[in-house]
Each structure stands twice: as structure tokens, then as C-alpha cells.
């Protein structure tokens, strides 16, 4: 299986550098597995399509300002490190510009509380850097970071609020779980009203969701970990709902990759914290996610290809064809899809 197979033709005019408002105003395309009927709805049409006593699954986790800039210790050179992954309360795994240039043991000066060091250069480009802080790293990171909006954003964003989920809670991605920005309380509160369960889980997102790939053979592809942890009280919840014949949707790819990686062969989930490197890909057994909610992604990206695991290459391909014949935006402010 061929990395070009996942390729579609994407006009940069179509990648949304804005969200939509309100967040449910956004497009949604329906795709039905059993017919392969396509619909082109609105978002907050959802409602339609959930059914008592489905579980939808939705990821907590809170983008942290992981973007960082300053200067190498005793010259002008401009350095920006992006926060992947916390080690120890001090050490982090990132990625470094410019890479090439910093040394070990380099210092990088980011203001009065903040500096970093480089402490170990790993394989892809990650680094392992050790941060010098006076008072409380997250609330420096706070006044000292920026969000980590994906490169092919240019406008800036306004209001920072706009790149977190109405839910987001648990502070550690380097980036957002976008398949949820489309929720507001108001919808969330009547799927609720309706008999549907919302579940909570937590896949911190880091390097493993986004880094493209870089191999001709998908096969050899390999994802770098990141932290996911379902509770008991979801494990329960998803469990029931599987017994009771309900439906588990998984709100975007990272809730996909926490359930298939703490669910059992036999399609039950355990309560489980730990990371995961799970790649998902055509062949793939599904175990426990019924149906998904997406945006629409890079071609030759590992999430499209988790998409292909779940409904076929060539009709992911010609659905993303045809989300670019009717003008869906795309990425992470774009529009969303539902494959039920």
C-alpha cells in the first residue's frame, strides 16, 4: 500500500483560515455506509442522525499555548520550540526551529521566567528539552506561549478560545482535536436531552496525530506515542451502550485512536491510561467505534488513512472529491463529515 494511494487534488483556496459562526453553522456531509447516500446538511442537523441510547464519544483534552519563541543565549538567533509531549515537570519533548542549528546543552532565552535547554536530539526531528522556570510552568506558558495553529493558517486568530472545544479540560495537546470544534453547549445539552450518552476520553494530541509521512510504504510508517486514558466510569458507560445494542461514535480521529487502543477483541473497552502509538490504516479491524464524526483532511495523512480503515480507499477518495466539487472547507476550522 502506497503513501500516493491517499492522494487527492486540494485547492489551497479551500483551506479555512477562519471558523465558522457560531461553531455549528458549519457544513456537514452525511455519509451512509449501508447505501453510500451522500447528504450536505448543516452541522447542527447531527441531532438527526443520533438515536437513544447511542454513546458519543468526545476527546477532553485542552491545546495548550505550545508555540514558543526566543532567542539562542548570547546571540540574535530567533528560536521557536512547539511542545509535544510533557516527560517530567521540567522536560519536554518538542519539535525545534532551527533544528539543525542548535547544539546540546544550547540555552534558549524565551523572557525573565522562561529559558529552555537542549538536552537530547531524537530521531524525526524531536528534541528533549529542559526548561529553567521561576513560579508556575503553566501559568508562565500562559503569558509566554502562543496557540499552535497548523502552518497552513495564516490569518490570525483573535479570540484563542476559538481553537479549544466548548468541552476541553484536561491541559496537554500541541494541537485540537478539531472534529470538535463544531459543538456549542446549546447542542451538546440537546443531544443529551435526546438519550444520547457523552462520553468523555482523553488522547492528548501531539506528533503521532499530525507529523506527515514520509514513506513510500504506509506499512512502515510509525507513529510516535501519546498519551490517552479512558476512566471507569467510560469504560462503563461505552460497554453498556455496546451491550444494549446503542451505537459508539467517536467524536474525530483521536477519540478513534483511544477507544480501538484500550478496547478488548471483543469490542468491549477497559478502563485504561497509557500511550499509544496505534496506527490505523486499510485492513484494519475495527473493535469497538461504530461511526465517526471528522473534518476533512491532508492528502497522504495518517487520518485520512484512518478514514479509508473505516469505509474503503476509493470511496474516502471519492468523498473527498466530491467535498471539493461542492466547496466544503477544509482542515482544522473546515467542515465536517459524518459516516454512519
Given amino acids: 500500500m502506497n503513501t500516493k494511494d491517499f492522494y487527492y ?7 479555512a483560515q477562519h471558523p465558522a459562526e457560531p461553531r455549528d453553522s458549519s457544513r456537514l456531509m452525511v455519509y451512509h455506509r449501508d447505501t453510500k447516500n451522500v447528504e450536505h446538511r448543516i452541522f447542527r442537523d447531527i441531532t438527526e442522525y443520533l438515536r ?21 543565549v548570547g546571540t540574535d538567533r530567533e528560536v521557536e520550540f512547539l511542545l509535544l509531549n510533557k516527560l517530567t515537570q521540567d522536560t519536554w519533548q518538542i519539535l525545534m526551529r532551527p533544528g539543525k542549528k542548535l547544539k546540546i546543552g544550547d540555552r534558549v532565552y524565551f523572557g525573565e521566567k522562561l529559558t529552555g535547554e537542549v538536552l537530547e ?16 510552568f503553566e501559568t508562565i506558558l500562559d503569558e ?5 495553529l497548523p502552518p497552513y493558517i495564516y490569518e490570525k486568530l483573535e479570540d484563542k478560545t476559538r481553537y479549544q472545544t466548548v468541552y476541553a479540560k ?7 482535536p478539531t472534529a470538535g470544534l463544531h459543538f456549542t453547549p446549546e447542542l451538546l445539552e440537546k443531544i443529551r436531552a435526546m438519550g444520547v450518552k457523552i462520553v468523555p476520553i482523553l488522547l492528548h494530541v501531539g506528533l503521532g496525530t499530525f507529523r506527515p509521512v514520509k514513506v513510500e510504504d504506509v506499512e512502515k510508517h510509525t507513529m510516535h506515542s ?33 477507544l480501538e487502543s484500550a478496547s478488548r477483541d471483543d469490542g468491549m473497552l477497559e478502563a485504561k491510561s497509557g500511550d499509544t502509538s496505534i496506527f490505523i490504516y486499510p485492513g484494519y479491524r475495527f473493535k469497538c467505534v461504530d461511526c465517526l ?11 485520512i488513512m484512518l478514514v479509508s480503515a473505516l469505509i474503503g480507499r476509493e470511496e474516502t477518495l471519492g468523498l473527498y472529491k466530491k467535498a471539493v466539487e461542492e466547496k466544503y472547507r477544509v482542515f482544522s476550522f473546515g467542515d465536517a463529515m459524518l459516516v454512519v
Fill in 293 to 303: 464524526i471528522t473534518n476533512f483532511h491532508l492528502p497522504e495523512s495518517t487520518l
Fill in 9 to 15: 487534488d486540494l485547492p489551497e483556496e479551500l483551506i
Fill in 121 to 136: 536530539k531524537q530521531a524525526d526531528g524531536v528534541t528533549i528539552a529542559k526548561f529553567y522556570f521561576d513560579g508556575i
Fill in 52 to 72: 437513544p441510547g447511542d454513546a458519543l464519544v468526545i476527546n477532553e483534552t485542552k491545546v495548550i499555548p505550545a508555540r514558543l519563541f526566543g532567542k539562542k
Fill in 170 to 176: 484536561e491541559q496537554g495537546s500541541a494541537a485540537a
Fill in 144 to 148: 509566554y506561549g502562543n496557540m499552535p
Fill in 226 to 258: 501519546e498519551y490517552y486514558s479512558v476512566s471507569p466510569e467510560a469504560a462503563k458507560a461505552i460497554n453498556e451502550t455496546r451491550t444494549n445494542g446503542g451505537r459508539v461514535i467517536a467524536v474525530g480521529t483521536t477519540s478513534v485512536r483511544t
